[in-house]
C-alpha cells in the first residue's frame, strides 16, 4: 500500500467519523428546537389556566381520572374547614411560580375537610424560614384553624418526587423538604387525602401570616442557546475536518 493510499483511507476514516459526530450534534440542537416548541407551548397553556376564572373543585368521585398533565395549576374555588391536625412545614429555598417570594421560606401544608367529608391537603402559603422553629411555626398555624368553614381559591398542584440530593424529612419536627402531600398525611395521621394539594390563593389572613398569593410561570426556557451550541459544534467539526483534510492532501 503506497502513501497515497493510506492517506486517501485515513481520510475516508476520519471523514466517517466526523459524519457521525456532525449528525449526533445537529441531532442534539434539531432536539433542543423541539424541546423549545414544546416548552413553548406548555407555558402557553400553563399561562392560559392560570388567567381563566376559577371553577368548582371536582368531586370526588372524579379525581381519579385527573393528573398532572391536564390539570395542573388550574384554578378552583370550594369550601372547608381547617381539620385540627398537626401541620407540616415545607422548606423552599425560593419558588418559580411564586414572584413574590423572598428567599428561603417554609410553606404551611394543613388537611382541610371539604363538606362532602373528603380531605383536600392546602398550602397556605408561606412564611419566613422557620425550619428550625416548630414553635413560631405553631404559633401561626393556631390563628387558622377557627373551625369555621373558609371559601378558597387556589391552584391545584401535584406532589412532586425528591432528588438524590433532597434531604431526608425530619417527621419528628414535621419538616419536609419536597411537596408530597401524601407522605404527609401518612406520618401525621391525616387519613386519605386528595392526589392534589391546593396552592391557596385567598383568602388572605388578617395579619398576612402564613401569605398565600398567585402564581406566575416562569419555565427555565434555554433551550435555544442549547440549539446555537450543539449546531456551532457541528460547524467547528466540520471546520476542523476541512483544515485536516487539506493538509493531509497537501502532505
Known sequence: MNDVTARRRGITGFGIATLIIVATLLGLGFWQLQRRTE????????DARLA????????????????????????????ATYKPLP?????????????????AVTWVFLPAALPNGAT??????????????RAQQDRVVKTLLTGAPVTMTGYLRYPEAAGTLTPHDDVAKRLWFNRDQRAMATALGWGDVAPFYVDLETPMPANGIPKPGSLVVRLKDDHMQYAITWFSLAAAVVIAFGVWTRGQKRG
Not at 416548552?39 to 400553563?46: F, G, N, P, S, T
Not at 376564572?53 to 398532572?68: C, F, I, K, Q, T
Not at 429555598?93 to 417570594?101: L, M, N
Open 120 to 133: 383536600v391537603v392546602i398550602n397556605a402559603g408561606f412564611v419566613q424560614n422557620t425550619m428550625q422553629d
Open 87 to 103: 401541620d407540616a412545614m415545607v422548606y423552599s429555598s425560593g419558588s418559580g411560580v411564586r414572584p413574590d417570594v423572598p428567599g
Open 39 to 46: 416548552k413553548h407551548a406548555l407555558i402557553a397553556a400553563l
Open 52 to 79: 381563566e376564572a376559577p371553577v368548582a373543585l371536582a368531586s370526588p368521585d372524579r379525581w381519579s381520572g385527573m393528573n398532572a398533565a391536564a390539570d395542573e395549576f388550574r384554578r378552583v374555588i370550594f369550601t
